[in-house]
């Protein structure tokens, strides 16, 4: 069975710095990896999408990696700002798991001014 | 609408109740899901569509959950006797197409859910 697992829970930063989230998953065999944003009462935002064959993908001052034998993402906000503030999941699709994502529970960032 | 839709927005049931909630999709999305989140927790998947075929309701945590979507595009997410452990957020998404490994407009489109309380 997949396990997504995501490193850290929480994140409290300062405006303006550079971080990383981590996330790792058990079963290599993927199809892809997303990256969610979701804010408090609202639904996810996916943010970037990462093909098994690739190797990262970016937008804006977000870049994504994805290293699938290894089993690891990570997503690099840099410059954060205050509006960055939120949770962050990671979700990957599984070549045995249909149609279903497997997400982690989350890294909670604060971007503080 | 621009985006997918899901009312209602909170529901308060008492034990036993049962409820139905409900997802409009993005206009021509094929694909539509269903998925369980518990606070604090990343969602957990519950049940997939591909325009009004159930291809997936693997996810479903008991008898007592039903859905449908009976013409290819409002979807209804049925808890009959609910019990308390059903509190959690229900969110629906959709995306244009399900694809294979290449597919390159499988992003999902997330709702912003309904909360659902059991008392």
């Known amino acids: 069975k997949q396990e997504v697992t995501q490193i850290p829970a929480a994140l409290s930063v300062p405006e303006g710095e550079n971080l990383v989230l981590n996330c790792s998953f058990t079963?290599?065999?993927?199809?892809?990896l997303q990256w969610f944003r979701q804010d408090p009462g609202k639904g996810l935002t996916s943010l970037l999408l990462?093909?098994?064959?690739?190797r990262e993908q970016t937008s804006g001052r977000l870049n994504a990696s994805l290293d699938k034998s290894s089993g690891r993402s990570t997503l690099y906000i840099a410059a954060s700002q205050p509006g960055d503030s939120a949770t962050y999941l990671c979700?990957?699709?599984?070549?045995?798991?249909?149609?279903?994502?497997?997400f982690g529970e989350g890294t909670q960032l604060t971007v503080n001014p | 609408g621009a985006g997918v839709s899901q009312s209602p927005r909170y529901k308060v049931a008492k034990r036993g109740q049962d409820v139905a909630l409900r997802c409009d999709p993005i206009?021509?999305?094929?694909?539509l899901f269903w998925y369980q989140q518990a606070l604090g927790q990343g969602p957990e998947f519950l049940t997939y569509?591909?325009?009004?075929?159930?291809?997936?309701k693997s996810g479903l945590p008991s008898d007592r959950f039903f859905a449908e979507r009976p013409e290819g595009s409002v979807s209804t997410l049925k808890i009959q006797r609910t019990q308390q452990e059903d509190s959690a957020v229900y969110l629906c998404a959709s995306s244009l197409v399900l694809g294979g490994p290449m597919a390159t407009n499988e992003k999902l489109f997330f709702g912003s859910g309904t909360q659902l309380s059991v008392l």
């Open positions: 979700a990957v699709r599984g070549e045995t798991s249909g149609s279903r994502l497997t």
């Open positions: 079963d290599s065999a993927i199809y892809n």
């Open positions: 206009s021509g999305h094929v694909s």
């Open positions: 569509f591909q325009n009004e075929a159930q291809l997936d």
């Open positions: 990462i093909q098994s064959s690739q």
